[in-house]
């Protein structure tokens, strides 16, 4: 069985963005005396971020057989799927709303209607799953390409890390009031 997770450049960067747009908000509210307490939006933080890291602790595993995409035993707020390859009848492109491709595989359930399943794009190795794909499907994927490119995320965390600066700043000007 060969196992493929979540880029950690993806699952770092979404991380920090998070920590990015929250942590300033519990001292932002004891300086402006807001209605919530500190005390309460640090919970919320730490409940959010704990959610956050569930789902981007997505795991697909590969074998002779089948693909299954799971998520850990501790978080059951997703859903994981498991498809044999054997029951892989397509792989079809559909557009995002930002102008992006995503694929599915399609299968047919007992009753014959179509289900489809999301190939994960956000792997390490997404090449190599592609090529997983290829060789236990027998479809052509020379032209299926991850959704975002590596370069993307990094200059994600690039302007993370100056939200980072400011958010430092906004901290220390919020407990000298």
């Given at each position: 069985m060969t196992r493929f997770n979540l880029s950690p450049l993806v699952r770092f960067t979404l991380l920090s963005l998070y920590l990015a747009l929250t942590v300033p908000l519990p001292y932002l509210a004891t300086a402006t005396q807001a209605a919530i307490s500190s005390e309460w939006l640090w919970v919320g933080i730490a409940i959010g971020f704990v959610g956050l890291y569930?789902?981007?602790?997505?795991?697909?595993?590969?074998?002779?057989?089948?693909?299954?995409?799971?998520?850990?035993?501790w978080f059951p707020f997703r859903k994981g799927w498991q498809l044999d390859w054997a029951k892989v009848k397509d792989l079809r492109a559909r557009s995002t709303g930002q102008g992006g491709l995503v694929y599915y595989f399609v299968s047919e359930d007992?009753?014959?209607?179509?289900?489809?399943?999301?190939?994960?794009?956000?792997?390490?190795g997404f090449a190599r799953l592609v090529k997983v794909v290829e060789e236990r499907t027998s479809i052509d994927t020379k032209d299926v390409k991850p959704l975002s490119q590596?370069?993307?995320?990094?200059?994600?965390?690039?302007?993370?890390?100056?939200?980072?600066?400011?958010?430092?700043?906004?901290?220390?000007?919020?407990?000298?009031?």
């Open positions: 569930g789902a981007l602790c997505e795991r697909v595993l590969v074998d002779e057989t089948q693909i299954q995409v799971t998520y850990p035993a007992e009753k014959g209607a179509e289900k489809g399943f999301l190939l994960p794009m956000r792997v390490a590596p370069w993307m995320y990094l200059f994600l965390l690039v302007l993370t890390g100056f939200l980072a600066l400011v958010d430092s700043w906004a901290i220390l000007a919020a407990k000298s009031l």
